[in-house]
């Protein structure tokens, strides 16, 4: 049974008292899936309220959405890998409601590739076709494309691990995931394609039972 991970990203979403509420609820369904890992991404302010739920969750991590270019010191409102990693193992780099909204090249991404793993940090790296390069080695590539993103439209999972299976062959990187539009009805079409080992949810992480029937059926 290959490993998968379900990797869910909250985005710009939530406020204390919700997730409160996303945690009461979650925390009363079975998890206990061996090859399944949970990765919840909330935003930054929410990480220390989840950090104390997983605690007694083995299959459960936390990562941020995103991480400073530059190392601690005088960058307000930057938020950087040493205070993340205090919180969490894994962090979203390049997603690309960041390269739209916040002009964020290849060269930051570099930057922050570079930052995360200089804290310890795993990078969630995301990208939207397989014509891209990066030096490092980033533990999880993340195929997401744009038209799927938050639409409802999905890529058709055929096209999904035929693109995997060219970043997994061009990159050194460990696992191979796909976002967009993922939901509980069709994630199991994406994970059981051989070249596939995960999922990025975004909107249908938010609500707990629906991430939940994502992550059984995975
Ligand atoms: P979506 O978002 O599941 O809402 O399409 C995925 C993502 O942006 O990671």
Known sequence: ??????????????KELEVKEWIDKFKNYDLRFKNKEI??????????LLKSYILDHESIRLGAQDISKFDEGAYTGEVNGKQIREFAEYVIIGHSERRQNFSENEEVVNQKIKQAIKFGLKPILCVQDQNFKIQEKVEIIAYEPVFAIGT???DTPENADLVSTK???NNLSNY????GSVNSKNVNQFTQKPNIDGVLVGNASLDPLEFFEIIKNA
């Open 152 to 154: 409802n439209n999905p």
């Open 176 to 179: 191979i995931i796909y976002g």
């Open 167 to 169: 970043i997994k062959e």
């Open 1 to 14: 049974m290959k490993k998968l991970f379900i990797i869910a990203n909250w985005k710009s979403n939530k």
């Open 39 to 48: 990765i919840i991404c909330p935003s930054f302010i929410h990480l220390p």
